[in-house]
């Protein structure tokens, strides 16, 4: 997967930036910053981590928004970051 420099969550813009592991919480494998409209990955995980930590992200970030987690919540959420990013075939 190749990262796109920003994202629309729940309409809201989000730069993605890979960063050291210092520079995260112990064991986080990324955050999100809601008020710098950023979301973190650490930079030091595998390619397939990034993707998985992403995902984490903005999972976090939808839930927040939502303020449910249920099979519904995540069809809905999933299909509208596809839809707003353009990563769906129309």
């Not at 960063?19 to 950023?38: F, M, P, S, V, W």
């Amino acid at each position: 997967m190749k990262f796109p420099k920003k994202l629309k969550v729940g309409g809201h813009l989000y730069q993605i930036v890979f960063q050291k592991q210092t520079d995260l919480a112990e064991n986080d494998c990324g955050k999100t910053d809601r008020t710098k409209g950023i979301i973190a990955i650490d930079a030091d995980l595998t390619q397939s981590e990034k993707e998985v930590c992403l995902w984490h992200e903005i999972i976090h970030l939808m839930n927040s928004e939502y303020k449910e987690i249920e099979v519904e919540f995540l069809a809905q959420a999933i299909f509208a970051f596809l839809k707003d990013n353009k990563l769906l075939k129309e």
